[in-house]
């Protein structure tokens, strides 16, 4: 069974600061996704990474895919309050299915 | 355009009415998803749609019945619900990808569903 394992599961930080969130597994995944979501609404696609070591910016977020294509990292440099929301990874595990990982909870205090 | 739209935003229902919960696409997309998500936990699947058949029901109880008129809408038809089926409803739609695909989901902005 496919997993991905996200850490930590909540981080409160303040503003400026910088942050990783991490996702793990023990499977090859063909491309990883990173969303966003906001309290009572859906999520919001930020990126997909596809090629082992790939790394994306999306202004201040980088994201990193491992060259085993195992793990992926989101990296936040000088968090705002307006990044503040529920971080998922989600991959595809066969045709049309898709597993999510555990959540990201972040906070960022003004 | 990556909208997915959804109504209605939220849904209060009692244990014997019959709702339906909408969903539509305009991208092309040929598969469409059903997720059923609790506070603070990732969203579950429910169902998918390929190309208006329905390809994969997560063992989904038979009071939640999901229909797919054509390739831009999807429904989920409620009836007699219980209290613990409250939760945030989304749907998602992708492109076509087989296994070992590139696969990205675009969701819609769900509804929140109340049961009483």
């Known amino acids: 069974t496919q997993l991905l394992e996200q850490s930590p599961q909540f981080l409160s930080i303040q503003e400026g600061e910088n942050l990783t969130v991490y996702c793990n597994s023990s499977?090859?995944?063909?491309?990883l996704q990173w969303y966003r979501q906001e309290p009572g609404e859906g999520p919001v696609l930020l990126v997909t990474?596809?090629?082992?070591?790939e790394v994306k910016k999306l202004k201040r977020l980088t994201f990193q895919f491992g060259d085993a294509r195992k793990d992926s990292s989101l990296h936040i440099t000088a968090a705002q309050p307006g990044d503040t929301g529920l971080y998922l990874c989600?991959?595809?595990?066969?045709?049309?299915?898709?597993?999510f990982g555990t959540g990201t909870r972040l906070k960022v205090l003004a | 355009d990556t909208e997915v739209t959804q109504t209605p935003k939220h849904l209060v229902m009692g244990m014997t009415n019959k709702k339906s919960l909408k969903c539509e696409q305009h991208?092309?997309?040929?598969?469409m998803y059903w997720y059923k998500q609790k506070a603070k936990k990732p969203p579950e699947l429910m169902f998918v749609?390929?190309?208006?058949?329905?390809?994969i029901n997560e063992s989904v109880p038979s009071r939640f019945s999901p229909e797919c008129p054509n390739s831009s809408l999807l429904n989920l038809h409620l009836h007699a619900l219980q209290p613990e089926d409250s939760a945030l409803y989304l749907c998602?739609?992708?492109?076509?990808f087989g296994s070992g695909g590139r696969g990205e989901q675009y969701f819609g902005p769900g509804t929140r569903l109340t049961v009483t």
């Open positions: 998602a739609s992708s492109r076509y």
């Open positions: 499977s090859v995944f063909s491309s």
């Open positions: 990474v596809v090629t082992g070591g």
């Open positions: 989600a991959g595809p595990t066969g045709t049309y299915k898709y597993i």
């Open positions: 991208m092309g997309h040929r598969a």
């Open positions: 749609y390929s190309y208006e058949k329905l390809s």
